[in-house]
């Protein structure tokens, strides 16, 4: 009888952001299918309380079925019989017990079956159903790629594919190729146009496919026959009842066991495809990556929930030297660490899922009609916001999560590196999350552009304007002196106009706005309430001393150094 | 005719995870410090109504609990999960009912609503564990009864087969209709509560909770009538007060007793295979494991 969204009142929180009106009311389009739909909001506070009961459902399947089966699926894993994946039975319950509860297609209009939840409900929902089972929610995450079928399909195809998912159909994007991983301009996928039947055919491989065996899968391939970069590339649909690909095997991995990762051969399959040939990489891989990234967040805030309780759990019930170990000072500063950067993690995560939600809100209504001078203003200002915090989010968030599995293991000692824990679990599936939809290397790459561009610094600038509580005061000025501290050090290594040395200093230049960004928004939530007073006083030390550690480290550094590190 | 089912179901303190103040000095159950929930068994009860539903498509399910204002959520909690309505048997001349009083007014309710196919229900609530409301309803209604049962093997329009979870073993038995069914816990676990109905019914009030919202309903209710809860009352149901509450209730509660289990003896066992395999041959002969 455990419930993942009830027990933990951080989501709650979050859900109750004074920008929730803006976004509901722009998503809902000031609530205009009130009376067309029997489950659409009337109003602000009905929409409201329709996220916090649709998640209770969440957190209860999650807490009664997804958790306690996640140890059978790790050790079942899915099949390949007759050139089809069959999932572990854990999985299947799992899929079905939300599929029958409505769960997919969240995120879609009410005109294709969706719930038309904003981003807001339906990212929390994902870090509800990932501390439950990481892996299992990979499979169910796919429906993201329902949105970019709603975004930029025709509507021949809208109305053929949408509403399967809400009837459960399962989704997967088909990306990556055995010499195209990080490198996507160089799929070779082929799709060749026959003038006959009017219809695309793909032909080639793909690699490392999540839910490979998908109802409906999102392939890139080369439509431009004697190209070899992006411009050649389009984004096609492929329908599993077609019957024309053949899976080749399903990968044995670290982690997330019960995923089914895997390589498909397509052979002259029929596929649509989506919007323009050539803007498959360009534009709609571009937007679905973005949602991806934000999953990825969302699914290592989960993970670092679920691993901060296992060693909270047990530090609290082991006793060594007669006492319980959590009454040293050595696994009490980590378990506060652990928590502390969970905080921050999930502050930044439902931060970004606010700027994608306005940006996306304002997308759709462009569709129906022009937006105004206005409200194109809002609307660049927000997908500013959220082109620089999508990949600052993944970063950061993956790479915390992984510090907060390492640590809640070793807070197990030996009975930790055993399988009789779920801690094991929770560190082997958390490794992916710095690899996929982009290593943390990629994500430097498109977040150092905030750097460039002055939007952090921009960002921190706006957070320090709004006023705080005078008992914050003091945790504010700090952040005022990172921010100063920052601003400097990114001039002085500008200073050397060499673009190999700031690509050197990318990651810890990147960190550390991300170290003054969650300060600030942690600083925030203390203000909204007192509960994160103590995570906001916390992460700040924390974060001004990496600070200071990376300054110093780009202080002591030239660019004719950079040769000692090559070989 | 489509087919009726009518559920009976129960709000009761959620027992099973009891902490220290689950009773009060006097030995009775302290309410206010346990959550109120759906009656696991009637949960079971719901399951089996909602498959026939599942089977028949032609079907409606329609539940009835009685209780103080409060117990209207069940009506909800069951709606989200595929009831089509509920009715709310409430009056504070029913408090103090025990289960023949209670067997009464619950009777005269599904009288109102005949004619009827099936009434089911879990086979006892996790508050009183008499398991008597289920089979003296049926008595008081003059139709058969099928207890303990599991799971639903067939179903028609004038007859039904069900199979009886019983202490030692299974049961298949076939019954005209209509007829009063009490669930096990051991049939399926009832499903999930579903995004869009739950949506849809959220707003579902019964009359003497509309007066006490501070948002005005009017206009969504005139929009949507099936939002407004049934509520009856004894004179709605035209009950015999004297068959009703304490005068109606001829159970009386002697003594409350506080039971401490406590370990009396201890054995002391080698880890020798011989002395495991004879500490797992008795914890099985009594039935601890197994």
Not at chain 1, 430 to 441: C, N, V
Not at chain 2, 40 to 61: G, H, M, S
Not at chain 2, 130 to 139: K, R
Request: hydrophobic fraction near 40%; proline fraction near 4%.
């Amino acid at each position: 009888m455990a419930n993942f969204y009830t027990d933990n009142e951080n989501l709650k929180f979050h859900l109750a952001h004074p920008l929730m009106e803006k976004i509901v009311r722009l998503k809902e389009k000031d609530y205009v299918e009130k009376d067309q739909f029997d489950y659409a909001p009337r109003d602000f506070e009905d929409a409201i309380d329709s996220y916090d009961k649709v998640l209770e459902i969440v957190g209860e399947i999650s807490g009664d079925i997804i958790g306690p089966n996640a140890e059978g699926v790790d050790h079942d894993g899915p099949q390949l019989i007759d050139n089809e994946v069959k999932y572990a039975p854990g999985t299947v319950d799992n899929l079905e017990a939300l599929k029958k509860a409505g769960m997919i297609g969240m995120s879609l209009p009410r005109q294709y079956d969706g719930l038309n939840f904003p981003m807001i409900p339906y990212i929390m929902a994902a870090e509800v159903v990932s501390r439950a089972d990481a892996g299992f929610a990979n499979i169910w995450g796919l429906q993201d790629c329902a949105e970019t079928i709603h975004e930029f399909g025709s509507d021949e195809i809208k109305n053929e594919y949408l509403p399967r998912f809400y009837k459960g159909a399962t989704a997967a994007m088909d990306l990556t190729e055995p010499d195209a991983g990080s490198d996507l301009q160089a799929v070779q996928l082929k799709a060749t146009f026959n003038q006959e039947d009017n219809t695309w055919y793909l032909d080639g491989v793909k690699r490392f496919i999540t839910n490979g065996d998908a109802d409906i899968s999102l392939v890139l391939a080369r439509s431009e026959p004697n190209t070899s970069d992006a411009r050649g590339l389009s984004l096609f649909v492929y329908d599993r009842t077609s019957k024309a690909m053949t899976i080749r095997r399903i990968e044995n991995k670290l982690g997330i066991k019960g995923s089914p990762t895997c390589e498909l051969v397509f052979k002259h399959a029929p596929a649509k495809l989506i919007g323009d040939t050539k803007m498959g990489l360009i534009k709609y891989v571009m937007s679905l990556m973005n949602s991806a990234r934000l999953g990825v967040g969302a699914q290592s805030v989960g993970l670092a929930e679920a691993a901060w309780r296992e060693a909270q759990k047990y530090a609290e019930e082991r006793e060594q030297f007669g006492k319980a170990i959590i009454q040293y000072p050595a696994v009490y500063e980590l378990l506060t660490n652990m928590k502390v950067k969970t905080d921050a993690i999930r502050s930044l995560l439902y931060e970004t899922a606010r700027f994608v939600d306005i940006y996306k809100a304002y997308t759709f209504i462009s569709h129906d009609r022009k937006l105004d001078q206005p409200e194109r203003e809002d609307y660049k200002h927000y997908l500013k916001l959220a082109d620089v915090f999508t990949p600052l989010l993944k970063l950061v968030a993956s790479e915390y999560c992984n510090q907060i599995a390492y640590d809640a293991l070793q807070i197990h000692g030996g009975t930790g590196y055993m399988k009789d824990f779920p801690v094991e679990r929770i560190f082997r599936d958390a490794r992916i999350t710095t690899i996929y939809e982009g290593t943390s290397q990629l994500q430097v790459v498109a977040a150092i552009r905030g750097v460039g561009n002055g939007v952090y610094l921009k960002a921190i600038q706006n957070y320090l304007s709004i006023p705080v509580k005078p008992e914050l005061q003091y945790l504010k000025s700090t952040l005022e002196k990172m921010a100063d501290q920052f601003g400097k050090i990114v001039e002085k290594v500008n200073e050397h106009e060499e673009n190999e040395f700031l690509d050197f200093h990318a990651r810890r230049l990147v960190e550390m706005a991300g170290n003054i960004i969650m300060g600030c928004l942690l600083l925030h939530d203390a203000n909204r309430s007192d509960v994160y007073k103590k995570s906001a006083e916390i992460f700040i030390r924390i974060g001004r001393a990496d600070n200071i550690s990376k300054v110093s480290m780009i202080n002591q550094s030239h660019p004719r150094d950079l040769g000692a590190y090559k070989s | 005719m489509s087919f009726k089912i009518i559920v009976l179901a129960k709000q009761v303190p959620d027992t099973r995870n009891v902490g220290k103040d689950a009773m009060k000095a006097d030995g009775t159950v302290n309410r206010a410090a346990l959550p109120a929930i759906f009656n696991p068994e009637d949960l079971n009860a719901l399951e089996l109504a909602l498959r026939i539903k599942d089977k028949l498509v032609d079907c409606e399910v329609i539940v009835l609990t009685m209780g103080p204002f409060r117990a209207a959520e069940i009506i909800r909690e069951a709606m989200y999960r595929g009831a089509d309505k509920g009715y709310l048997i409430t009056d504070r001349k029913f408090a103090g009912s025990d289960t023949l009083a209670t067997s009464y007014a619950i009777s005269l309710a599904v009288k109102k609503l005949e004619p009827y196919h099936l009434v089911i229900s879990g086979r006892q609530a996790i508050d009183g564990d008499t398991a008597q409301v289920g089979p003296q309803t049926a008595e008081k209604l003059n139709i058969p009864q099928i207890t303990y049962a599991e799971e639903i093997i067939d179903v028609d329009q004038t007859s039904i087969t069900v199979k009886r979870r019983l202490e030692r073993g299974v049961e298949v038995v076939k019954s005209k209709l209509p007829v009063a069914i009490t669930v096990h816990s051991s049939a399926p676990d009832c499903r999930q509560r579903v995004t869009k109905l739950l949506m849809k019914y959220k707003h579902c009030r019964t009359v003497t909770e509309l007066q006490n919202e501070t948002k005005d309903y009017t206009e969504l209710y005139n929009l949507r009538p099936y939002l407004q809860l049934n509520e009856w009352t004894v004179d709605d149901l035209h009950a015999d007060v004297s068959m009703l509450g304490l005068s109606g209730s001829p159970t009386k509660v002697k003594k409350i007793e506080n039971v401490v289990f406590a370990s009396k003896d201890s054995k002391v066992l080698s880890s020798s295979d011989a002395d495991i395999d004879g500490l797992m041959k008795e914890l099985l002969s009594s039935h601890v494991i197994g």
